[in-house]
């Protein structure tokens, strides 16, 4: 089956991070989050992170502005705040950029990254995964302890 993984940069270290990234052969890192800054870890702010990851031979995108899981417009609010993703996981610009991240994922290996170490209580787990999956790729989420956690094994979602 083919995979697509999801990473959180938490407060890792550069090093640990890239060595994550290394032991699982991660070729790209696309970057969802809406706002790719750290105010405790400035090695995550996205500028810096993208010249890191292409001096270690990885390549990056920003893809917040559909996959970050904050959008503006309030047509993707319910009437108490939170989230509507039955209208977000609608919307053309999100189903472009994860039918893009799909379409490669056979070619090259590459992990959906956010700040949250844990995808129990991430967006790339409540937002991006149910589209994934349901097209027919394995989530795997790298865990801080480097092992592999399947979305399989997780709680159903939704």
């Not at 991070?17 to 699982?24: C, E, G, N, R």
């Not at 209580?121 to 956690?149: A, M, N, Y």
Request: with cysteine; net charge neutral.
């Amino acid at each position: 089956m083919t995979s697509v993984y999801t990473i959180g940069h938490s407060r890792h270290k550069w090093e640990h991070f890239l060595a994550l990234l290394k032991q699982h052969e991660v070729e790209l890192v696309v970057d969802a989050r809406s706002r790719p800054f750290s105010r405790f870890n400035p090695h995550f702010n996205r500028e810096r992170l993208r010249n890191a990851l292409a001096e270690a031979g990885i390549g990056y995108e920003w893809r917040g502005e559909a996959l970050g899981g904050r959008p503006d417009d309030p047509l993707f609010h319910r009437a108490d705040g939170g989230l509507d993703l039955d209208a977000l996981w609608q919307w053309p610009t999100l189903q472009r950029d994860l039918n893009e991240i799909a379409a490669r994922a056979d070619s090259r290996r590459q992990a959906l990254l956010c700040a949250e170490e844990d995808p129990m209580r991430c967006h790339r787990r409540f937002l991006l995964t149910p589209p994934l999956v349901k097209s027919g790729l394995e989530v795997l989420h790298i865990r801080g302890d480097g092992r592999l956690q399947p979305e399989r094994e997780l709680a159903p979602l939704l």
